[in-house]
């Protein structure tokens, strides 16, 4: 069964900073795509962040210069790291994880709010 879980999200003033994670299991995690998503009310969820097996990494334009990905293939898991957080920031954030057989898989979300 695969899972993905994340955490470290919550409510942080602008241009404050937090730490998402993404515990994933099920899957050769060393293998896959890993992505992070987010969703505002009313709005499409869009691709913020991406880390390849390899290491490369592409940034939704908004974002690039504030966050971060990065992944540990020791423990599966991957993180987003975001600084200089803005109001227009506020979205469910979801992790997703594209194996090397072309499955991808989603996790439940976790809510960030920027908001002073």
């Known amino acids: 069964q695969v899972q993905l879980v994340e955490s470290g999200g919550g409510l942080v003033q602008p241009g404050g900073s937090l730490r998402l994670s993404c515990a994933v299991s099920g899957i050769i995690f060393r293998l896959a795509t890993m992505g992070w998503h987010r969703q505002a009310p009313g709005k499409q969820r869009e691709l913020v962040a991406r880390i390849r097996s390899g290491g490369a990494t592409d940034f939704a334009d908004s974002v690039k210069g504030r966050f971060t990905i990065s992944r540990d293939n020791a423990k599966n898991t991957v993180f987003l790291q975001m600084n200089s957080l803005k109001p227009d920031d506020t979205a469910v954030y979801f992790c997703?994880?594209?194996?090397?057989?072309?499955?991808?898989?989603w996790g439940k979300g976790t809510l960030v709010t920027v908001s002073s």
């Open positions: 997703d994880a594209e194996t090397a057989t072309g499955m991808n898989y």
